[in-house]
């Protein structure tokens, strides 16, 4: 063999050893399919996966993805936990869906079933410590963790396994990635505020943002982590946090609105996005039929908390549509023009060029997938961020917004039916879609070329510098200004008192 050809040889090996990833999302299908969008993304590109999945049913995750081309490179690692702690997770879970749909307000969901649910989580996270020490002989490059207020136990393995880490949320605080402080033009995420805010609520942005971080400090639990490892004793876990070699956020300044961040922030809206795949012969022969257009209508796994009265307002309202309506809901049957399906392949209906409108409580990957194919869509927010993303669909004019509390059948029918003829919002979709799409790479494509960078370079040279939450918000230096400021002026006035006595002592000599 000659010598360029052992050269050539090196080089293509060299070139196509994979890096060992481990991917950790919290027990939310949402946030598993987010973050297994960038593992199957580095799959296609030579690289092993591994899912860890804890509390949660990998198949609702993993069984939407292409992984049979992959079978060698993807495992997926379920810990051996008591039956208790996915009782108390389930549990849990149903309370929390029972509490929205009695309108419960969000704040007391939050500090009443948060707590409990992040303790529960990193219990069982941290139990099985076989397992665990099979992830640290496994030696794993990099682990790519899901970031939400409570998952810093999740980092917190990370430190115990010796891997750096890469954050991926819906929402990233801005605290947490060091991204500067922009309280004037970027609203706090349950705020309900647009980037255009009114001097009130500019202050009552702030406001807002300072008092979640003292509730979040306050109020999640304290968990010690020492128990992993002696070494972890006492170790903030903001901080585990804040040492992540990237941040990959499911969002676009298109719609997420513009705004300043370092190189190690990357902006991913639409990791679950991507052109359609061929649909079933059934479902085909449904959506091609339908030559005026489809109504698509998916609520997540929220739908299982749906009470029965809602179900039926909503069918009452579809029923009265000229459009026919695909409905996912937990069972399967035909009424009129509503087709109801157990389970629909979502991005793959809303790619079809007769889906006309999309109706969704508005979670990031629904909303993503319907901007990157155009589709108009109708939010009725429930939870979370879900407000906010009806706040920007109004904003940006793509859509509508309904109350499915506080609507009546009659309403219903009048929001979904000006969507449905509004050529304004179709367009205003239209150009939402090709600003999306008009990119070198698709946004999980996007997210594996910036994992593959850091795995390559590591993340020093995009980090900004560390600095105190005193000089974060520039406290400091507003405080620097103002004592100077308040020297000057005394001074000033000291001088012009003293200046003033004297010419008042000189006139009073001159009288005399």
């Not at 092993?48 to 069984?63: M, Q």
């Not at 529960?120 to 002989?137: Q, T």
């Not at 509503?338 to 389970?343: A, H, L």
Request: hydrophobic letters at 40%; aromatic letters at 8%.
């Amino acid at each position: 063999m000659s010598l360029p050809t052992i050269v050539l040889l090196i080089t293509l090996v060299s070139c196509c050893h994979g890096a060992k990833i481990l991917l950790i999302p919290t027990p939310s299908p949402s946030h598993c399919l987010e973050i297994m969008s960038i593992g199957q993304a580095l799959l296609k590109r030579g690289h092993d996966v591994t899912l860890f999945a804890v509390l949660s049913d990998p198949k609702s995750c993993v069984g939407k993805f292409d992984t049979e081309a992959f079978k060698e490179k993807v495992t997926v690692i379920i810990p051996d936990l008591d039956p208790s702690m996915q009782k108390t997770h389930d549990d849990l879970m149903t309370t929390l869906r029972e509490l929205i749909f009695n309108r419960v307000e969000l704040w007391e969901v939050f500090l009443n079933y948060l707590k409990p649910m992040i303790q529960n989580h990193c219990r069982a996270a941290m139990k099985d410590r076989v397992v665990l020490e099979r992830l640290k002989k496994d030696n794993y490059d990099i682990a790519l963790i899901d970031r939400i207020p409570g998952s810093e136990c999740l980092f917190a393995i990370a430190a115990y396994l010796g891997v750096p880490t890469v954050a991926v949320a819906s929402y990233l605080e801005a605290r947490d990635t060091g991204m500067p402080l922009q309280i004037n033009t970027f609203p706090q995420l349950m705020s309900g505020f647009t980037n255009d805010m009114t001097f009130r609520e500019r202050l009552l942005n702030t406001l807002s943002i300072f008092a979640t971080r003292i509730v979040y400090k306050v109020y999640l639990p304290y968990a010690d982590y020492s128990t992993l490892d002696e070494n972890l004793k006492g170790v903030d876990a903001n901080s585990l946090v804040a040492k992540s070699l990237l941040f990959i956020e499911n969002s676009d300044y298109i719609i997420d609105y513009p705004k300043a961040v370092f190189p190690n922030f990357v902006q991913c809206g639409g990791l679950t996005a991507s052109p359609a795949n061929p649909l079933s012969t059934e479902m085909k022969k449904y959506m091609d039929a339908a030559t005026d257009g489809v109504v698509l209508v998916t609520f997540g796994s929220l739908i299982q908390g749906f009470p029965t009265s809602l179900i039926e307002k909503l069918m009452s309202a579809f029923g009265r549509l000229k459009y026919p309506v695909l409905f996912k809901q937990d069972k399967e049957g035909i009424r009129g023009n509503i087709k109801s399906m157990k389970w629909v392949p979502q991005n793959d209906i809303l790619g079809h060029p007769n889906t006309k409108v999309f109706i969704s409580h508005c979670g990031k990957n629904g909303f993503w997938e319907a901007v990157y194919h155009g589709v108009p869509i109708i939010c009725m927010p429930i939870h979370a961020e879900t407000f906010t993303t009806a706040i920007k669909v109004k904003k940006y004019n793509i859509g509508s917004r309904i109350e499915i509390f506080d609507d009546s059948v009659d309403d219903l029918f009048e929001k979904i039916s000006q969507v449905l003829e509004s050529t304004a919002i179709r367009q205003n979709m239209k150009r939402m879609s090709r600003l999306l799409r008009d990119r070198p790479e698709r946004p999980a494509d996007r997210a594996a070329s910036a994992v593959e960078h850091v795995l390559k370079y590591g993340g020093d040279h995009m980090r900004p510098p560390p600095v105190s939450f005193v000089s974060y918000i520039y406290a400091d230096v507003w405080v620097s200004i103002a004592v100077l400021g308040s020297v000057i002026t005394t001074a000033v006035v000291c001088i012009c008192r003293r200046c003033c006595c004297k010419g008042k002592a000189n006139r009073k000599r001159k009288t005399e």
